[in-house]
């Protein structure tokens, strides 16, 4: 028998207005970061959530400047994308206490990429048994705890 599953927070995306430009320079450019979602500024890049995870505890890490290739990066963007992603890491697994984790960008349309303008790092906490059917088959993910709920978690990790 088949059976619905409900995704109701997609609606929000799916429907929602979409605002012209690039979202994380906007958010940059802010000082709401709590409900952008920013965990960290640094001096050239900052660390946020993905407001559309794959998995719970799914950050980014990602320039200020508007970039679309590594390539443009400077030494010390370079140098504090690593060192973020590095915090990231050891922050999530002290939390969120995955058992593993991906690092990586999504480079171009082909590549996964929403975002093909602005350059970030994805950081992906993985639990043993987490992936399933429902991403392929039904297009919904099973989130077990709310963005700002997990903002307040995470926040006080990456107090400077």
Known sequence: MQKTIWAPWRIEYLLGEKEGGCFLCRMFAEERDRE???????????VLMNRYPYTSGHLMVAPYRHLEHLRDLSTE???????LAIETVEILKAVLKPDGLNLGYNLGAAAGAGLRDHLHQHVVPR???????????????VMPQALLAQYDVLAPHFAA
């Open 36 to 46: 952008n979602l920013l965990l960290r500024r640094g001096r050239s890049c900052a």
């Open 127 to 141: 639990w043993i048994g987490d992936t399933n059917f429902m991403p392929v088959l039904a297009d919904t993910r």
């Open 77 to 83: 963007e370079r140098a504090e994308m690593a060192d």
